[in-house]
C-alpha cells in the first residue's frame, strides 16, 4: 500500500517520536506493535514534562508562592483538558489516579464501602483484564457478594440473548470493558448500560483500551464511573482517570487518607475536602497530570477519529496478511467488530517462542495471558501473541510482522503444513 492509503500523515507523526528511529538489538528498525501494553510518547509530551521540571515545578495547592501557583495553574488546566477530552460536565468530577488499576479499586472499595450489601451481585464479562476483576472480588469477599460474568460467544463477542439470566435485581454493579484488550471486541456499550439501568445497577467503563482511539463522551455513554491510564493514550506512565458522577462521588467515603484530602483535621477525626480532592489524597502525580494534558492535546491535534480510522485499516490489513501467511489462529471478531487489536497463535507453537523470534526480527509485540486469564481459559489456550497498532504505525509494520511470522513459522515449525498437521 502507498502513503496516499493512508488518513493521517504518518511520517510526520513519526518525526514526533524519537524512540521508533532505534534499531533493535543494533540491527532492524524498530516496529512497535505493543500499544496496548503501553504506547510511546511524542516529544511534545517529553518536553512538557522537561519544562515542567525545568521552569514551573513545586508542589500543588499548598505554598502560595510564585512557583507552586504556577504548578497548580498547570495542573488544573490539565484537569479541564481531561473533562473536554471526556466530555464531562464538569471538572469536580475529574480524579486524578495512578491509573486504570487505581480508579477501578478506588470505586471497588469506596463504593462498594457504602453501597454493596451481602448477597448483592456484581456483573463483569469474561474478557475483562484482571484490573476489572481482582478489586470486586476483593469487595465481593469483603461484603459477602457474589461476582457473575456474561459469556461470550466463539466470536469472542457477548451476546445479549443471553443476558436475561444475568441482569437481575440483584444486580447492583456492572463493570465492563469498552474494548477487550486481548481480543480487540468493542463491546455494545449503550446496551449493555441500558440493561444496567433496567434493573437499577451502577455501572463502570473500563476505558483504558478506547480512550486512546476513540472520541469519547461519557454523558453519551450513561455510566457512573469511566476509568482509563496516560500511559496507553502517548501520556506518561503513573496517571490515569476516573471520571464519577457527582451525584455518586459526594457520596462516596474517601478512599485514601492523607494530605490534600481534607477540609479540617482534629485529634477526633477529620472533615474530607470537597470534590476532586476528597479523592486525591498526598501529593499527586504532578508531571505526570501536565504530561497527560500535552498527550491529549497531541491526540486532538491528529484527531481522534482519525486514529481510529487508521488503526482500522492496519486491522484489516494485519487479518489479510496473518491469514495469508498460513497456520496462524487470530482471536476475536472479526475487523468491523473489532479495535486496533491482534491476538493470535502459530498452530501449535508457544507465543512466547513466537514473540522472540519476532523480537530479533525488530519487531515489539507481547506474548501471555495479557492480564487476562479467565478469558484465555475460555479460548482454551495459555498464552497469545498479540499486536496492537496505534497512529504512528504503518502498513509497511504490518508487512514486517507477516514476513517476520513467514520466519517464525519455517524455524518453530520446520516442515509442518496446515495439511500433514490435520
Ligand atoms: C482493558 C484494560 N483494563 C485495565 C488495564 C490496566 O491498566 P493500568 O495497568 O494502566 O492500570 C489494562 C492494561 O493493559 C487494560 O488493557
Not at 299 to 324: F, K, M, N, P, Y
Request: negative net charge.
Amino acid at each position: 500500500m502507498d502513503a496516499t492509503a493512508y488518513c493521517l500523515d504518518v511520517a510526520a507523526i513519526r518525526r514526533d517520536f524519537p524512540i521508533l528511529e532505534q534499531r533493535v538489538h543494533g540491527r532492524k528498525t524498530l516496529v512497535y506493535l505493543d500499544n496496548a501494553a503501553s504506547a510511546q510518547r511524542p516529544r511534545q509530551v517529553i518536553e512538557t514534562i522537561d519544562q515542567l521540571y525545568r521552569r514551573h515545578y513545586a508542589n500543588v495547592h499548598r505554598g502560595i508562592h510564585w512557583l507552586s501557583e504556577q504548578s497548580t495553574e498547570l495542573y488544573e488546566t490539565a484537569r479541564e483538558a481531561v473533562r473536554q477530552f471526556l466530555n464531562a460536565p464538569s471538572s469536580d468530577e475529574i480524579i486524578f489516579t495512578s491509573g486504570t488499576t487505581a480508579a477501578i479499586n478506588l470505586v471497588a472499595r469506596s463504593w462498594c464501602e457504602a453501597f454493596l450489601k451481602p448477597g448483592d451481585e456484581i456483573l463483569l464479562t469474561l474478557m475483562e483484564h484482571h484490573s476489572n476483576i481482582v478489586p470486586w472480588q476483593q469487595a465481593a469477599q469483603r461484603h459477602q457478594a457474589k461476582i457473575r460474568f456474561l459469556p461470550i460467544d466463539n466470536q469472542g463477542m457477548l451476546d445479549p440473548s443471553c443476558w436475561d439470566q444475568y441482569f437481575s435485581p440483584r444486580t447492583r454493579l456492572v463493570s465492563f470493558t469498552a474494548v477487550s484488550n486481548v481480543l480487540g471486541t468493542r463491546n455494545p456499550v449503550g446496551q449493555l448500560v441500558e440493561a444496567a439501568r433496567r434493573v437499577g445497577a451502577v455501572v463502570l467503563i473500563d476505558a483504558a483500551q478506547v480512550a486512546p482511539h476513540e472520541p469519547i463522551d461519557v454523558q453519551a455513554w450513561g455510566a457512573d464511573f469511566v476509568a482509563l491510564s496516560g500511559h496507553k493514550m502517548l501520556g506518561p506512565t503513573g496517571v490515569g482517570v476516573l471520571w464519577g458522577r457527582r451525584e455518586w462521588l459526594e457520596k462516596m467515603p474517601p478512599f485514601l487518607g492523607g494530605g490534600s484530602m481534607i477540609r479540617k483535621v482534629t485529634l477526633e477525626g477529620f472533615e474530607p475536602a470537597s470534590l476532586p480532592y476528597k479523592f486525591e489524597a498526598g501529593t499527586p502525580p504532578i508531571a505526570e497530570v501536565v504530561g497527560l494534558k500535552a498527550a491529549v492535546e497531541y491526540l486532538w491535534q491528529i484527531g481522534l477519529a482519525h486514529i481510529t480510522e487508521h488503526e482500522h485499516r492496519l486491522t484489516e490489513l494485519a487479518h489479510e496478511v496473518l491469514s495469508d501467511v498460513g497456520d496462524i489462529i487470530i482471536y476475536g471478531p472479526s475487523v468491523q467488530h473489532k479495535a486496533g487489536i491482534v491476538s493470535f497463535n502459530l498452530d501449535g507453537v508457544h507465543a512466547q517462542d513466537v514473540s522472540e523470534v519476532l523480537d530479533q526480527e525488530g519487531i515489539a509485540i507481547r506474548a501471555g495471558h495479557h492480564c487476562a486469564m479467565p478469558l484465555h481459559e475460555r479460548l482454551g489456550v495459555p498464552a497469545t501473541a498479540r499486536a496492537s497498532f496505534y497512529l504512528y504505525n504503518t502498513y509497511d509494520d504490518v508487512y514486517r510482522l507477516g514476513e517476520a511470522l513467514r520466519t517464525a513459522k519455517k524455524l518453530l515449525r520446520p516442515g509442518r503444513t496446515r495439511s500433514s498437521n490435520a
